[in-house]
């Protein structure tokens, strides 16, 4: 996904992510990308342009949408499915029906 999104040639200067699971993800892009900013989704701190969302899944997408509702345009997660309402600009994998268990839930 590192590579998905240096090569689009859209430079981020942050990330921000979702506490729990989006964390892992987001702590690893930011160094595969070299953004040394990485913070948590939060309502009151204005909306950066070049800020990349991440997070592990967009299931539902009701996460991703309360980013995008706020003017995040940009996602990247690890997983999405196709009922999500929000697809993510960047996915490492498609989600099928079976419940999915990150290592860093166990």
Same mark, same amino acid.
């Given at each position: 996904?590192?590579?998905? @999104?240096? #090569? &689009?040639?859209?430079?981020? %200067?942050?990330?921000? =992510?979702?506490?729990?699971?989006?964390?892992?993800?987001?702590?690893? /892009?930011? +160094?595969? /990308?070299?953004? #040394?900013?990485?913070?948590?989704? !939060?309502?009151? =701190?204005?909306?950066?342009?070049?800020?990349?969302?991440?997070? #592990?899944? &967009? !299931?539902?997408?009701? =996460?991703?949408?309360?980013?995008? &509702?706020?003017?995040?345009?940009?996602?990247?997660?690890? +997983?999405? +499915?196709?009922? &999500? @309402?929000?697809?993510? =600009?960047?996915?490492? *994998?498609?989600? %099928?029906?079976? *419940? @999915?268990?990150?290592?860093?839930?166990?």
């Amino acid at each position: 996904m590192a590579n998905k @999104i240096s #090569d &689009s040639g859209i430079i981020f %200067k942050s990330i921000i =992510t979702f506490p729990r699971g989006g964390f892992p993800v987001a702590t690893r /892009l930011s +160094h595969l /990308l070299n953004i #040394d900013e990485v913070g948590v989704v !939060d309502l009151t =701190t204005p909306i950066a342009k070049d800020c990349l969302v991440v997070d #592990d899944i &967009s !299931d539902t997408g009701n =996460t991703l949408n309360g980013a995008k &509702s706020l003017g995040y345009v940009h996602f990247a997660t690890l +997983h999405w +499915h196709r009922q &999500s @309402i929000v697809k993510p =600009t960047w996915y490492v *994998w498609e989600k %099928k029906d079976d *419940w @999915i268990v990150y290592p860093w839930e166990v």
